[in-house]
């Protein structure tokens, strides 16, 4: 079996990613992994340069700036990368995600069980999306808490806007993958990133999903129904960017009125503690491990 991990970054360093430690998180699992670093204004491509892993190849690119149209040109370099992966499987990391080395073995063995089974066409994990401190996470349905991350490799799929999978059935409309469970988490901390880092990322994504957004006035302005803290422990690899970059303060904003999508995630939440069910949007199928079936 062999794994390609890849990925896509730009202005990583100016934007307050933690891309370093990502790559050094996925790099453990991978026979090969394939970062696709755009031309941008800082150092980040000096600074993944110094990772001297032969398992990792640099592709570099040029964006297009006129592509201004829902985030597709997150998915173009998302799929330059995934096109150069030559694995079994395809595992696509951002660069504000990270894996905890303590589930490495685990996911090494849950893909090995998948790779026989082509009704698996990939793995959905588990999320903490961290927010505004390394102990809160946000738990409400407005957050995916589960996503497809790794891809069959040798299926015909593409990704229309860069966040998820799309898999081309027949050459007839494109559906989202059957996916098995890894039961095993990513760890997310794009927002808790400072508040400067987090306004310049989001005036920066915003132009290529051809909208202007409002000022990033703090992580404080949240339905506070909508968070929760987090109980485990941060992967080794982190704890000096949390140390250095993180904020680490939440205050949140006793004025604070939810929104009319906050007040439906709340009653979405109420209905999941109710009924036992799970309301995130989901861009993937299940299908079971233990019995190989759809």
Not at 21 to 28: C, F, I, Q
Not at 40 to 49: H, K, M, N, S, V
Request: hydrophobic letters at 35%; charged letters at 20%.
């Amino acid at each position: 079996m062999k794994i390609s991990g890849f990925t896509f970054i730009r202005n990583g360093t100016l934007l307050g990613y933690p891309y370093i430690e990502s790559l050094h998180s996925l790099l453990p699992l991978c026979d090969e992994v394939i970062v696709v670093v755009g031309n941008g204004q800082d150092d980040t491509l000096a600074r993944i340069a110094t990772i001297t892993d032969p398992k990792l190849r640099v592709i570099e690119t040029t964006w297009n700036e006129s592509m201004q149209d829902r985030g597709y040109v997150y998915a173009q370099q998302k799929m330059i990368a995934q096109f150069n992966c030559t694995g079994d499987w395809a595992f696509y990391l951002e660069g504000d995600e990270i894996l905890h080395e303590k589930d490495i073995p685990a996911l090494r063995a849950t893909l090995q069980t998948c790779l026989d089974n082509p009704k698996i066409e990939a793995l959905v994990f588990d999320y903490y999306h961290f927010y505004g401190s390394p102990d809160t996470i946000a738990i409400s349905p407005g957050w995916y808490r589960r996503a497809p991350r790794v891809i069959r490799n040798s299926i015909r799929s593409y990704s229309p806007d860069g966040l998820f999978f799309v898999v081309m059935d027949k050459n007839k409309r494109g559906r989202y993958p059957y996916a098995a469970n890894a039961g095993i988490p990513i760890y997310h901390y794009g927002h808790v990133r400072s508040v400067a880092n987090m306004q310049a990322k989001i005036q920066q994504v915003s132009q290529y999903w051809g909208y202007t957004p409002p000022a990033f006035e703090g992580y404080g302005n949240i339905d506070p129904q909508a968070l929760g803290k987090f109980k485990g422990t941060h992967p080794a690899i982190m704890q000096n960017w949390l140390a250095e970059q993180a904020e680490h303060q939440l205050i949140l904003n006793s004025n604070y009125k939810p929104t009319r999508r906050e007040c439906r995630h709340r009653w979405m939440m109420r209905l999941e503690h109710l009924l036992g069910w799970e309301l995130s949007k989901k861009h993937y199928r299940i299908v079971k491990m233990d019995k190989h079936t759809v």
